[in-house]
């Protein structure tokens, strides 16, 4: 006669797939601390190059006091025609060396421009952290303002890929005239993962966007392989008020000026000329 063990096999099973799921998620776990650590590293080292960009000194080259820190490297072309100063942040493997012809370009379209060099890019001393770049972001935006003499309320703040992260913060902290991102991207980690994976993040434009009053000029190319497409639609349905988009077929990351042309320009105009009139950009 079979004895009863007293013991239900239904429970030890249990037991045991608890067991298991308890491990598995440990695994689950340290998998994801190393994935967050492995994304803080590769993203700095990913975000900041500035060994690419040039060291070669622009013409008529400014030092910029900082409050902490080296005085940082920049740029003013004044244009006494000009109803608007662009401040132009640039990209993440350039420097005022590269930019310079096409600041150049702008003031020939009938703009003043402002640009600096991030710490540790061109000629500026430093480490480019998300810290040290928006620290040197408020160290000129008062250098523009009181020693240039420029009205930030006559500035249109002009972010190229990585620059919408500075330019972004900015705006959401002082009155501008205006605000445009080209190629920018709603976060630095979601250009890797598209979705927000982990707690953390650096530039976060599209939690940003929504604190600016400005209007707002989104350009992108739809064959955009660096920073995708979907970060400027994003960043654009995010913006709260006045905003204009400027989406160009077949441009990528780093040919976009070359294959928008004209379109380019004169979008533009049309952003800065309605900011004048005070209609919509649209």
Not at 88 to 102: I, Q, S, V
Not at 237 to 248: D, H, N, T
Request: proline residues 7%; aromatic residues 14%; positive net charge.
């Amino acid at each position: 006669m079979r004895q009863y063990s007293g013991r239900d096999p239904s429970r030890s099973s249990f037991r045991e797939v608890i067991a298991i799921c308890w491990r598995l998620g440990r695994w689950l776990l340290l998998a994801y601390v190393i994935v967050a650590v492995g994304a803080h590293f590769y993203a700095a080292s990913a975000l900041f190059q500035p060994a690419y960009g040039s060291r070669a000194e622009p013409a008529g080259l400014l030092r910029i006091p900082q409050p902490q820190g080296e005085p940082l490297a920049g740029v003013y072309l004044p244009n006494p025609k000009a109803k608007y100063t662009i401040w132009f942040f640039h990209g993440n493997a350039e420097a005022l060396g590269d930019t310079m012809p096409f600041l150049e370009a702008i003031r020939a379209h009938g703009y003043a421009v402002f640009a600096f060099d991030y710490p540790g890019y061109g000629l500026s001393a430093g480490e480019p952290t998300e810290e040290s770049v928006n620290a040197a972001t408020l160290a000129a935006a008062f250098y523009l303002r009181h020693t240039l003499r420029v009205p930030l309320t006559q500035v249109v703040l002009y972010g190229h890929s990585l620059g919408g992260g500075p330019a972004v913060e900015l705006a959401a902290q002082v009155p501008v005239a205006g605000l445009v991102l080209q190629s920018a991207f709603t976060s630095v980690y979601r250009v890797m993962t598209h979705w927000r994976l982990l707690p953390f993040d650096k530039f976060e434009n599209l939690a940003k966007i929504g604190h600016v009053s400005c209007p707002v000029f989104v350009m992108h190319g739809t064959f955009d392989r660096v920073v995708p497409f979907h970060h400027g639609q994003a960043l654009f349905q995010a913006v709260p008020g006045r905003k204009a988009a400027l989406w160009i077929d077949t441009a990528g990351h780093n040919n976009f000026l070359q294959v928008a042309g004209a379109r380019y320009w004169a979008g533009l105009k049309h952003f800065t000329e309605s900011l004048h009139e005070g209609n919509s950009p649209n």
